[in-house]
């Protein structure tokens, strides 16, 4: 059974910092491509980044390019997003998931339909 558990979230002041920490179980963790997503209230989830299960290579919604990192331990089973000059419109749920290498990507990356698992989210707020 995939297990994903967010953390890292909380207040944090326009222009400060975050990291957020996704610990995975439950599978063959270095062979999956891992996102990170948000959702605000009233609005659709939408990716913010993922990172390849091969290359490490990532990708980045234009929002948040330039001021978010996203990085992966395999050895600690564990993705990361590094949240740089944070604005207030961070404010969201976030999310990670998984996609199995069973299945390729039809559409982007970064789209929340193309991943089967997900975590459970952490909320992180951005006071102006």
């Known amino acids: 059974e995939v297990q994903l558990v967010e953390s890292g979230g909380g207040l944090v002041q326009a222009g400060g910092s975050l990291r957020l920490s996704c610990a995975a179980g439950?599978?063959?963790?270095?062979?999956?491509?891992m996102g990170w997503f948000r959702q605000a209230p009233g609005k659709e989830r939408e990716g913010v980044s993922a990172i390849t299960n091969s290359d490490g290579s990532t990708r980045y919604a234009d929002s948040v390019k330039g001021r978010f990192t996203i990085s992966r331990d395999n050895a600690k089973n564990t993705v990361f997003l590094q949240m740089n000059s944070v604005k207030p419109e961070d404010t969201a749920v976030y999310f990670c998931a998984a996609k199995s290498p069973m299945w390729g990507f039809r559409g982007s990356v970064l789209a929340p339909d193309e991943y089967e698992d997900w975590g459970q989210g952490t909320q992180v707020t951005v006071s102006s």
């Open positions: 439950g599978f063959s963790f270095d062979d999956y491509v």
